[in-house]
């Protein structure tokens, strides 16, 4: 995969191109978050002023300390807490968008790009870009964004310090008020949350999951819109979960601040009407509080900022890196619909080599057959001859690189993708069946089919019986990968996807090989109605299941080394009778 992905940016390209696409198009909440860290920043640095007007109440024995000073710094307190509370909560707000978008595009990226370049890694490692990647880009810039609430804090603090005795303030705040935490309400809140949360983050990755699993009929059938609105409101959910715990975090430090204002407070009033009184010297008093103090976390905060800012560019880098990939299978410029046709295809001598660059053994060389309309063509031959492959090179889910291929006689590669791959429906040996209702995941063979044509659709693949004997018909869910099915049921879901799409050409890999003799009799019944009136092209290892097509082609080492119909090529004494013979030895 390294070869594929471009060099990584800057550190200062990469906060560019965050802010440019991403960051910059939340003014209204990037607004609000300056203005309340601006606002925190100002009531922090307001407390040292008001222990230093205190220390002249205190000296001159002013009976104020005792009923206006603790009145003022409960108002501060509550009024940075209110800031403090904004600003964590607006922060979080933004970013989590940020992520949001990110990670739709990321999706978008994915399932929009070659087959060859998804297949090349483990989905788990792209799944991880969504989780780990994302949770290291919302810590980097939600410490970034909060970074410069410290920075300002620091700076007021120390203007303050500037302006005061400095001697004094060492002096003043020795002793921080600890103040009783209402951990337990919040702790629940927190756990609940944290759980909800937890539920979110794994249903979205079992949906990225299952749909790079089933990239290749999301490609054949056109499913990337309906995937990405899928993801996408995976991805809302998870964002609101994620948001909801931030704000319950949120209270936390709050709560503290104001019950520590409160503290503070009563400790002046108690200490202030002594001094009043004469039962207490200043000394008392310039014991209990330090400005340096309220300095300590912000100056930790942003000694830490670093370390999490590369943990985020190094994310960005790897996010970028996999939606910057070029792919390979695009539409040339000016690329038409495919025409209007009964769907001929031919080959003519196709070539194919999957690093895409003509080295090493060729997957296919030379290939050339064509299938009349209406006409079911069978490839066969051992393992490893090329027939699966041929079939990924309709829906261009791969790009031959040596001959054409020809659809209705226009070249596949210069029509558009949405218009080729609607004319193709393809069923494989493994049916794909989404975590969804029965009516669902028929329906993803047409966009915006009709409760009854589906239905219609399932009867037609034998499916209608089994699927009303379902706890809730057609609008139960399947499970996933189609759970609650068995292996044939799960098929003649995939065939009833199929005939609803209404193809031209239908492309059929080892579509009943899984199954026992009982269920590939009543499947081999549905797809013979299937396969009227369209080009049919099957792969099969079962040399009984293709025995009345109209041509069988028989493949070795990427090659046709044999056509015709089943009679001729017994008769020719070749490679396919040699087949013929062994799979009947072997069911003897």
Wanted: with cysteine; proline share 4%.
């Amino acid at each position: 995969m390294a070869k594929a992905l471009p060099p990584p940016e800057t550190s200062k390209a990469l906060l560019a191109r965050l802010w440019r696409h991403y960051v910059r198009h939340h003014r209204g909440g990037i607004l609000l978050a300056v203005l309340c860290t601006v606002a925190l920043a100002g009531f922090t640095a307001l407390y040292p002023v008001v222990i230093q007007q205190a220390f002249d109440l205190f000296t001159e024995g002013d009976a104020r300390i005792v009923w206006l000073v603790p009145p003022v710094i409960i108002v501060i307190t509550a009024l940075k807490s209110l800031a403090q509370y904004g600003q964590a909560v607006s922060v979080q707000a933004v970013v989590l968008r940020v992520i949001e978008a990110l990670q739709n595009d990321l999706f978008r990226s994915l399932t929009r790009t070659d087959l060859a370049l998804v297949a090349q890694d483990a989905p788990a490692r792209y799944a991880a870009r969504f989780t780990a990647d994302a949770q290291a880009i919302r810590e980097a810039l939600t410490k970034a964004i909060n970074g410069l609430a410290d920075g300002l804090t620091v700076v007021g603090l120390a203007a303050s310090m500037i302006w005061l005795d400095w001697q004094m303030s060492l002096i003043l705040a020795l002793l921080y008020p600890v103040a009783v935490v209402p951990v337990l309400r919040l702790g629940k809140r927190i756990r609940r949350a944290s759980g909800g949360m937890q539920e979110r983050v794994g249903e979205t990755a079992a949906i990225l999951t299952e749909s790079f699993a089933a990239a290749r009929v999301v490609r054949s059938y056109g499913l990337e819109p309906q995937e990405e609105a899928r993801a996408a409101r995976a991805f809302a959910e998870l964002r609101q979960a994620l948001l909801t715990i931030a704000r319950t975090r949120a209270k936390l430090d709050p709560i503290l601040e104001a019950l520590g204002g409160i503290a503070v407070a009563g400790v002046l009033a108690y200490v202030g009407w002594k001094v009043s009184t004469g039962r207490g010297t200043v000394g008392e008093f310039t014991g209990f509080i330090t400005a340096l103090l309220l300095a300590t976390r912000p100056m930790r905060a942003l000694g830490s900022l670093n370390a999490a800012l590369q943990e985020g560019f190094g994310g960005l880098i790897r996010v970028f890196a996999v939606m910057d990939r070029a792919p390979r299978i695009t539409e040339r410029p000016g690329a038409a619909p495919l025409p209007e046709g009964a769907g001929r295809l031919a080959f003519e001598d196709v070539g194919f080599h999957y690093d895409g660059e003509g080295r090493g053994q060729p997957a296919l060389s030379g290939l050339s057959f064509a299938a009349e309309p209406g006409q079911t063509v069978a490839l066969v031959g051992p393992s490893g001859a090329g027939k699966s492959t041929a079939l990924t090179l309709l829906p261009r889910l791969y790009d031959a690189t040596e001959g054409r291929i020809l659809f209705d006689g226009a070249d596949i590669r210069d029509v558009t993708l949405a218009s080729l791959r609607a004319a193709i429906a393809y069923v494989g040996q493994d049916a794909v069946i989404f975590d969804d209702t029965a009516l669902a995941n028929i329906a993803y063979g047409r966009a915006g089919a009709s409760r009854a044509e589906v239905e219609q659709a399932a009867r037609a693949a034998a499916a209608h019986d089994f699927i009303t004997a379902l706890p809730r018909g057609y609008d139960t869910v399947l499970g996933p990968g189609g759970s609650r099915l068995s292996g044939g049921q799960r098929q003649r879901i995939a065939l009833a996807r199929a005939l609803l799409r209404n193809p031209r050409v239908l492309l059929l890999d080892e579509a009943t090989s899984a199954l026992d003799a009982e269920n590939e009799a009543a499947i081999g019944r549905a797809l013979e109605g299937l396969r009227k009136g369209r080009t049919t092209l099957v792969v099969a290892h079962r040399l009984a299941t293709v025995q009345q097509a109209d041509r069988i082609v028989v493949m070795r080492d990427g090659r046709a080394v044999e056509q015709g119909r089943h009679a001729e090529l017994v008769a020719r004494d070749g490679l396919y009778a040699r087949m013929v013979r062994t799979q009947a030895f072997a069911a003897a």
